[in-house]
Structure formats: structure tokens, C-alpha cells
């Protein structure tokens, strides 16, 4: 059982460098969640997705865009990264949230920009 | 907006002791979610908590959604070194999506 799987786990840029996250899912989960954890600060939201081809913006939208163009898919994008996005980003997926809701997430990508 | 406090910001126990940790909101949440994380590792859910007053066991673990819907509680009995980890709290963001806010997380080192 794959569940929830993230590339690269590493990552290593160059201020204003460009690159994307990859996340997948094989649960046939509607909603997908890209989350930064920075330490003493728990998990932000970046973007989320609550279906195929739409997208919306969490607490941390600035610096990066998403793409949903396949319902198990999630892509992360930094377009020019900065330092202040060393991090790790964690990828969630649920079904619609209801009473029973669960997030899945992935084991995460560890990003450092110099 | 929506705040999730978590308090102790870390602790350092020595195995065979109990664990009380808690999290509150300035609002009322209607579902409380606790997970763990291992070190190197994603969040993965303990308990979850659906009505106020709820009490709810899960092996070692015991949490409780508080009756004014603002705070909950999460206890481990007789820890054991493969509790160590950062256990966070987390509720149901504003709007029907599923999105979660998270507490800042609770670091646990277990002395064997």
C-alpha cells in the first residue's frame, strides 16, 4: 500500500532556482493538501485542492503555485526559491470532509535553500 | 483566525512515567484530531474526537474533547522510548474542505 508518496525526499537549490514537488496519491482521494513545517510552528497550509483541476490558497500561498491536473496527482511549484523556504513540505490527502474525515499524509520532502 | 495553542512546547520524561499534554483554541472546534509524528516521518493520526465530552482510549494513549469545545487533552500512560516523536493537535480549518490547523506541536524524549 503506497498511499501517499512524495518526490524528491531531498533537495538541495540555489536562491532563485526553480523546482516542483511531486505528490501522489492511489486512494482515489478528492482532496489533496501541500503543508510546510517549520520548527516550534507545527504545519501550515500552502494550497489545497478539493477536486481535479481546481486549486485555493492556505495560510502560506506566497512564493508557491499548484497544479491539480490529475485527480491523484499534486504538483508544488517554487517558480524562484528562497532561503526562507528551507523547509519540509509534507502532501496530505482525504475524502471530502465528513464526520469520519482522515488526512493521510506523506513522509515528506526536506528542502534547503543556500 | 483560527489558533490551535499546544502546551508543553517539549518534554523530557523518564520511561514508565505518564504524559499530559493539551491544546487550546480561542474558538470552538467541532472535531479534535491528535497525531504523532516520528522523527523523519509524516503526521500519522492517533485518535480522533467527534463530540463534546468525548473520552477516548487508543492502547497507551487517552484524549479528551473538552466540554466547552475549545480545548483537548491527550495523556500517555507508562511511556516507553518509541513514544518519543512531536505530537501535534489539530481541527477542522473554516469551510467545508477538510483542511486542518495545527497546533505548534508538543516535542516528547522518553529517558529509557
Known amino acids: 500500500n503506497a498511499g501517499v508518496t512524495q518526490t524528491p525526499k531531498f533537495r538541495v537549490l540555489k536562491t532563485g532556482q526553480s523546482m516542483t514537488l511531486l505528490c501522489a496519491q492511489d486512494m482515489n482521494h478528492e482532496y489533496m493538501y501541500w503543508y510546510r513545517q517549520d520548527p516550534g510552528m507545527g504545519l501550515r497550509l500552502i494550497h489545497y485542492?478539493?477536486?481535479?483541476?481546481?486549486?485555493a490558497k492556505g495560510e502560506v500561498p506566497d512564493g508557491y503555485n499548484v497544479s491539480r491536473l490529475k485527480k491523484q496527482n499534486f504538483l508544488l511549484g517554487l517558480e524562484s526559491a528562497a532561503p526562507s523556504q528551507t523547509s519540509v513540505y509534507f502532501c496530505?490527502?482525504?475524502?471530502?470532509?465528513?464526520?469520519?474525515?482522515?488526512?493521510?499524509f506523506g513522509e515528506g520532502s526536506w528542502l534547503t535553500v543556500v | 483566525g483560527q489558533q490551535l495553542n499546544q502546551s508543553p512546547q517539549s518534554m523530557f520524561i523518564q520511561e514508565g512515567e505518564d504524559v499530559s499534554m493539551n491544546c487550546t483554541s480561542s474558538?470552538?472546534?467541532?472535531?479534535w484530531l491528535w497525531y504523532k509524528q516520528d522523527p523523519g516521518e509524516g503526521p500519522v493520526l492517533l485518535i480522533a474526537l467527534y463530540k463534546a465530552g468525548e473520552l477516548t482510549s487508543n492502547g497507551r494513549l487517552t484524549a479528551q474533547f473538552g466540554i466547552t469545545r475549545k480545548d483537548s487533552f491527550l495523556n500517555i500512560s507508562a511511556s516507553i522510548p518509541s513514544d518519543v516523536g512531536i505530537y501535534f493537535c489539530?481541527?477542522?480549518?473554516?469551510?467545508?474542505?477538510?483542511?486542518?490547523?495545527f497546533g505548534q506541536g508538543t516535542t516528547l524524549q522518553v529517558k529509557p
Open positions: 496530505a490527502s482525504s475524502r471530502p470532509y465528513a464526520s469520519g474525515n482522515t488526512i493521510y
Open positions: 474558538s470552538i472546534f467541532n472535531t
Open positions: 489539530a481541527g477542522p480549518g473554516s469551510g467545508n474542505t477538510g483542511k486542518l490547523i
Open positions: 485542492s478539493v477536486g481535479e483541476g481546481t486549486t
